[in-house]
T-cell receptor, first 114, second 112 residues
């Protein structure tokens, strides 16, 4: 069975400093992995995706993530946080087969301090 | 057009009312989804439609009734809801079942 663990429920950084949001996954096959961002009272926006091509994936708004199979990790990073990055972030793994089911982590709240 | 459009944005309904949520996409996606999201929680899958047929029902109570009139539209009919059904309802679509999903902005539902 697939599962996702986001290692931090809350991360606080200062504006202009690096961001690291940690995600570990469990999957019995080669998964597709995603990071989504959700601003308050909004829908989810896809930041980036890994689908077995390059292990370093670049996304929107300066975010990137590295797929590490040996560590079963897919951590999200950004070199310099901006106030507008404050939001909820979800690490997501695709379910088995072609069902469309997505397995969500519990989310990480990113706070950016001025 | 990379948008999933949901209407209405906000809905307040009584426990005896019947209402519908609507979702539309014009990306040619063949899979469409309904999710329910409570505050401070990840979205929970409710239904999956694949090629306009219901493929997954995650044991959702019958007071929620999905409908897929065509490949671009997805409805969620609501009847006799309970206050605990108050939540953000998200629609999503994907090209196929194993590709990334695009989400709408959601409908904030309050049951009184």
């Amino acid at each position: 069975a697939q599962s996702v663990t986001q290692l931090d429920s809350h991360v606080s950084v200062s504006e202009g400093t690096p961001v690291l949001l940690r995600c570990n996954y469990s999957s019995s096959y080669s998964p597709s992995l995603f990071w989504y961002v959700q601003h308050p009272n909004k829908g989810l926006q896809l930041l980036l995706k890994y689908t077995s091509a390059a292990t370093l994936v670049k996304g929107i708004n300066g975010f990137e993530a590295e797929f590490k199979k040996s560590e079963t990790s897919f951590h999200l990073t950004k070199p310099s946080a901006h106030m507008s990055d404050a939001a909820e972030y979800f690490c997501v793994v695709s379910g088995s087969g072609n069902t469309g089911k997505l397995i969500f982590g519990q989310g990480t709240t990113l706070q950016v301090k001025p | 057009d990379t948008e999933v459009t949901q209407t209405p944005k906000h809905l307040v309904m009584g426990m005896t009312n019947k209402k519908s949520l609507k979702c539309e996409q014009h990306m040619g996606h063949r899979a469409m989804y309904w999710y329910k999201q409570k505050a401070k929680k990840p979205p929970e899958l409710m239904f999956v439609y694949s090629y306009e047929k219901l493929s997954i029902n995650e044991s959702v109570p019958s007071r929620f009734s999905p409908e897929c009139p065509n490949s671009s539209l997805l409805n969620l009919h609501l009847h006799a809801l309970q206050p605990e059904d108050s939540a953000l309802y998200l629609c999503a679509s994907s090209l196929q079942g194993n590709t990334e999903a695009f989400f709408g902005q959601g409908t904030r539902l309050t049951v009184v």
